[in-house]
């Protein structure tokens, strides 16, 4: 396919806020934390947006040339962080004070974050529902595991569902074993894949992930 990608700017926050919403706004994540549709709808950006702030300030958010897909990455050092991560709280504070599941999701994701070793963080991704299935996605985030496979450094996520878990098995991630269990919602899969020797074959046969197809789904 050979897209073109470009990193995120403060300028292009509404775009990337915009694509993301779209692309979760029926993920069984983002549904469990706001079930109603409407709601979900009028305050689902705002919840989005911190996450979107966070890459921004603190790692990197690229974007396909034509704005269908954007990639959230955090890059995460090795070591237990030494005081409490303050982003459950604002996710919860910016987009929905009332709804404590706005702060769970984040407590309890953070709860089995790997710290043993720095890895790249896959916090999001998302492609707009009338890109999907194009492989753009797929594309976006082979950019970046090329780079952890140069670099001999491991890649972390959660799938959001077991559609996504098989998604990202396809690009080398693993299962570590243990979901985040959401409170009368839907589990989540944290996911792990080692650095590849560079040319190693994924499934289907082919060298790289580029053109595989691919979920909007975290």
């Known amino acids: ?96 004070p009332g709804n404590e599941r706005c702060e769970l999701v984040g407590r309890l994701t953070g709860a089995v974050h790997p710290h043993d070793r720095a890895h790249a963080y896959l916090l999001m991704i998302g492609v707009s529902p009338d890109r999907q299935g194009e492989g753009i996605g797929a594309e976006l985030i082979g950019v970046e595991l090329e780079r952890c496979d140069r670099e001999g450094l491991p890649a972390y996520l959660e799938a959001s569902s077991a559609r996504s878990r098989a998604l990202y098995e396809r690009l080398g991630f693993r299962f570590l074993g243990r979901a985040v269990d959401l409170p009368d919602g839907p589990p989540m899969y944290p996911m792990w894949r080692e650095p590849q020797a560079v040319g190693t074959p994924v499934e289907g046969g082919t060298e790289a992930v580029r053109g595989r197809g691919y979920s909007p789904c975290s």
């Open 1 to 96: 396919m050979g897209i073109r990608i470009q990193q995120a700017a403060k300028r292009d926050r509404e775009l990337v806020v915009s694509v993301m919403e779209e692309a979760f706004h029926h993920d069984p994540v983002s549904s469990w934390v706001f079930p109603d549709e409407a709601h979900r709808r009028a305050v689902h950006g705002r919840f989005l947006g911190v996450f979107v702030d966070v890459a921004l300030a603190e790692g990197r958010i690229d974007i396909a040339e034509d704005g269908a897909a954007v990639a959230l990455w955090l890059p995460v050092p090795a070591g237990a962080p030494e005081e409490e991560d303050p982003t459950p709280a604002l996710m919860r504070r910016t987009a929905d």
